[in-house]
């Protein structure tokens, strides 16, 4: 019996190592989950909202070029609005499946913004739908949506704990400076 009580303090310390070497690996492994889970939801939030974004800016280039051909934009490709209706019922089809992602993954803040940017789209729909004609009130409305998309990508990248980003807005040349 004595040479068993001799070998418990060892016998003991590989229990323990043992014990603590599973902990330890358990909790690695929970943590390294953790971390790949995060990282596939933030995949997939990243998606949702870049759709959310495309589908959205095809709504905004079309209306673009149907407002260049009415006379309101200088885009240099104009389309007519007869040209245009499949191509417009093809981008408000792809914005509801969109828009259905972007709810059920994205942030309160994020939803709020992508909320004002459609508004603004809406708006642009609208205008066209309207026929109005004022290149004035034409160029309020696109900077309204600028500001709203601005915003939007602002919400996602704080989301995605992403630096901040470009604003979009790119300054060309005027044709009389050339």
């Given at each position: 019996?004595?040479?068993?009580?001799?070998?418990?303090?060892?016998?003991?310390?590989?229990?323990?190592?043992?014990?603590?070497?599973?902990?330890?690996?358990?909790?690695?492994?929970?943590?390294?989950?953790?971390?790949?889970?995060?990282?596939?939801?933030?995949?997939?939030?990243?998606a949702a909202y870049t759709?959310?974004?495309?589908?959205l800016k095809k709504t905004v280039t079309l209306t673009c070029r149907i407002e260049a051909h009415l006379g309101n934009d200088p885009h240099p490709y104009p389309l007519s609005p007869e040209e245009?209706?499949?191509?417009?019922?093809?981008?408000?089809?792809?914005?509801?499946?969109?828009?259905?992602?972007?709810?059920?993954?994205?942030?309160?803040?994020?939803?709020?913004?992508?909320?004002?940017?459609?508004v603004v789209v809406m708006d642009m729909e609208r205008f066209?739908?309207?026929r109005t004609q004022s290149p004035e009130a034409w160029s309020t409305?696109?900077?309204?949506?600028r500001t709203a998309r601005e915003r939007y990508y602002e919400a996602v990248r704080s989301d995605l704990a992403l630096p901040p980003g470009h604003s979009g807005q790119w300054r060309l040349p005027s044709a009389q400076s050339s």
């Open positions: 019996m004595s040479a068993f009580i001799q070998q418990l303090p060892a016998l003991l310390g590989v229990v323990i190592g043992a014990l603590g070497s599973y902990l330890a690996i358990t909790r690695g492994d929970q943590a390294r989950f953790r971390r790949e889970q995060a990282a596939r939801w933030d995949e997939r939030r990243l759709g959310y974004a495309r589908s245009a209706v499949p191509h417009l019922a093809e981008a408000t089809d792809a914005r509801d499946p969109a828009g259905e992602a972007l709810l059920m993954l994205g942030t309160p803040d994020v939803v709020q913004r992508a909320r004002e940017w459609v066209l739908r309207d409305l696109l900077q309204q949506q």
